[in-house]
Nanobody
């Protein structure tokens, strides 16, 4: 079973930026589509962005369009989520997901607060 490990979360002030990483192991990374999800306090898990095996990006969540960018580095088996102009409502646990195998990481917490 593939293993996904997220990192890069933390506490940031409104308007700040963070770059999340998710590194995969035990899988031929470049063959798969990957997703970023998030789950805010008291909310359900929602998909944020997805990137195909060929690098086609799609930001699924309208509230983050223009602020969040998904990317991948297949040589490093890593998918990224660059987040800018962060808002308090972006506070959530962020997860990466490999839908082909149903694999999830443990999540990384992002807190946006002054």
């Amino acid at each position: 079973q593939p293993q996904l490990v997220e990192s890069g979360g933390g506490l940031v002030q409104p308007g700040g930026s963070l770059k999340l990483s998710c590194t995969a192991s035990r899988i031929t990374f470049e063959s798969y589509r990957l997703n970023w999800y998030r789950q805010g306090p008291g909310k359900g898990r929602e998909i944020v962005a997805t990137i195909s095996d060929t690098g086609v990006r799609r930001t699924q969540l309208r509230s983050v369009q223009g602020r969040f960018t998904i990317s991948r580095d297949d040589a490093k088996n890593t998918v990224y989520l660059e987040m800018s102009n962060l808002k308090p409502e972006d506070t959530a646990m962020y997860y990466c997901n490999l839908p082909a195998t149903g694999s999830w990481g443990q999540g990384t917490q992002v807190t946006v607060s002054s």
